[in-house]
């Protein structure tokens, strides 16, 4: 039986889970726009957002308007009005999926008001949850506006903000639909709690990780957008002839090396990705030696499976020199392993989840 059809509060919950699933489609979307270069197409930003080009003349506005970006006049300067329109979609779709997001959540949240569904404790949620989209918004053309400036690309440290602001709304509103989903108040504990420590360890390794599988997306070295983390040393095991080939220490400082370095913060991506495949391995083999939940259960399973193929799929994306298709898969990949980790860590913590 579907454990929603019996909860009290199942319209709400189906309603954050539909707010959870445009979180990843713009999440994926994103993602597209990233790989397709599309992400400075449209140089300026609207809370409410604007019409798309419905005749040659708006399109034509539109071009000019990029053509002032610092983007076509260092790389796309052959770029004609036809080349334009397909990456000006794929950022205006991005945008539009956030706004669609927002009038879901506001158009619900009215309903669910005017219904009186809300119950006390529910408010503190939806005032974080409102805050924390709303400012998802903000981040993303703080973004944006650092590609228009004179460096044809977004800043990595603010390409990693906006990405990690989309998952940490979407793991607040998972979290608050589990909250209404598995109260503490039907259940028992088993020995789950030995595995704490370890899953919040995986989680933070975790998150790093997709901190810098956005570095390895969006850095440029210099000024040439065609020196990124991802394009370079596309070998495994080892990044051409070399372990840790002498590019990776080139700079001055540790923290240059780690965070400015296309070679190494792709070398820190591939050595991150290793010290999850082992604290997997060690969940893995804890877990058999515990008596868990149902639930607790799956998301051991579903961690074991989604750390297997983002694996096999990072290497892939890295060897065929990240192909649109592979890429969206790879980011897919973290954002269910990102999924896993907030459903194994709620039943973790949840120290009445059911059995």
Same mark, same amino acid.
């Given at each position: 039986?579907?454990?929603?059809?019996?909860?009290?509060?199942?319209?709400?919950?189906?309603?954050?889970?539909?707010?959870?699933?445009?979180?990843?489609?713009?999440?994926?979307?994103?993602?597209?726009?990233?790989?397709?270069?599309?992400?400075?197409?449209?140089?300026?930003?609207?809370?409410?957002?604007?019409?798309?080009?419905?005749?040659? !003349?708006?399109?034509?506005?539109?071009?000019?308007?990029?053509?002032?970006?610092?983007?076509?006049?260092?790389?796309?300067?052959?770029?004609?009005?036809?080349?334009?329109?397909?990456?000006?979609?794929?950022?205006?779709?991005?945008?539009?999926?956030?706004?669609?997001?927002?009038?879901?959540?506001?158009?619900?949240?009215?309903?669910?008001?005017?219904?009186?569904?809300?119950?006390?404790?529910?408010?503190?949620?939806?005032?974080?949850?409102?805050?924390?989209?709303?400012?998802?918004?903000?981040?993303?053309?703080?973004?944006?506006?650092?590609?228009?400036?004179?460096?044809?690309?977004?800043?990595?440290?603010?390409?990693?903000?906006?990405?990690?602001?989309?998952?940490?709304?979407?793991?607040?509103?998972?979290?608050?639909?589990?909250?209404?989903?598995?109260?503490?108040?039907?259940?028992?504990?088993?020995?789950?709690?030995?595995?704490?420590?370890?899953?919040?360890?995986?989680?933070?390794?975790?998150?790093? !990780?997709?901190?810098?599988?956005?570095?390895?997306?969006?850095?440029?070295?210099?000024?040439?957008?065609?020196?990124?983390?991802?394009?370079?040393?596309?070998?495994?095991?080892?990044?051409?002839?070399?372990?840790?080939?002498?590019?990776?220490?080139?700079?001055?400082?540790?923290?240059?090396?780690?965070?400015?370095?296309?070679?190494?913060?792709?070398?820190?991506?591939?050595?991150?990705?290793?010290?999850?495949?082992?604290?997997?391995?060690?969940?893995?083999?804890?877990?058999?030696?515990?008596?868990?939940?149902?639930?607790?259960?799956?998301?051991?399973?579903?961690?074991?499976?989604?750390?297997?193929?983002?694996?096999?799929?990072?290497?892939?994306?890295?060897?065929?020199?990240?192909?649109?298709?592979?890429?969206?898969?790879?980011?897919?990949?973290?954002?269910?392993?990102?999924?896993?980790?907030?459903?194994?860590?709620?039943?973790?913590?949840?120290?009445?989840?059911?059995?």
């Amino acid at each position: 039986m579907n454990p929603i059809s019996t909860s009290p509060n199942k319209q709400i919950i189906y309603w954050l889970l539909t707010g959870c699933f445009l979180i990843y489609i713009m999440v994926v979307v994103g993602c597209l726009t990233r790989l397709t270069h599309s992400g400075l197409s449209i140089t300026d930003w609207s809370f409410m957002g604007s019409i798309p080009p419905v005749n040659d !003349q708006m399109w034509q506005e539109r071009f000019e308007k990029y053509q002032q970006s610092p983007e076509f006049q260092k790389i796309n300067f052959s770029m004609t009005l036809q080349d334009f329109k397909p990456i000006f979609l794929w950022e205006y779709i991005h945008r539009m999926i956030g706004r669609t997001m927002m009038y879901v959540f506001a158009i619900g949240f009215v309903y669910f008001l005017i219904k009186k569904k809300i119950k006390k404790d529910m408010w503190q949620g939806f005032v974080l949850l409102f805050f924390m989209g709303a400012m998802q918004a903000v981040i993303g053309w703080w973004m944006v506006y650092s590609g228009l400036q004179s460096k044809p690309a977004v800043s990595h440290y603010r390409l990693a903000t906006h990405l990690m602001s989309a998952f940490t709304l979407f793991a607040f509103t998972f979290w608050f639909a589990l909250r209404l989903l598995y109260p503490k108040e039907n259940a028992e504990v088993l020995e789950g709690k030995k595995l704490k420590s370890a899953t919040v360890i995986f989680f933070c390794v975790l998150v790093f !990780q997709i901190i810098f599988g956005a570095f390895t997306a969006g850095f440029v070295e210099g000024n040439d957008s065609h020196i990124r983390p991802g394009h370079i040393f596309n070998t495994w095991p080892k990044m051409g002839d070399d372990w840790i080939p002498e590019q990776v220490t080139m700079k001055d400082s540790l923290f240059e090396n780690m965070f400015e370095n296309a070679s190494g913060i792709q070398f820190v991506h591939r050595t991150t990705a290793i010290i999850i495949v082992i604290l997997i391995c060690f969940i893995w083999y804890r877990s058999n030696k515990l008596q868990l939940t149902k639930q607790q259960h799956t998301g051991i399973t579903l961690l074991i499976y989604g750390v297997t193929i983002q694996f096999i799929l990072g290497v892939l994306t890295l060897l065929y020199q990240v192909p649109v298709i592979m890429g969206a898969l790879h980011q897919t990949g973290a954002f269910f392993l990102f999924l896993s980790c907030i459903y194994l860590l709620f039943h973790l913590f949840n120290k009445k989840a059911i059995s």
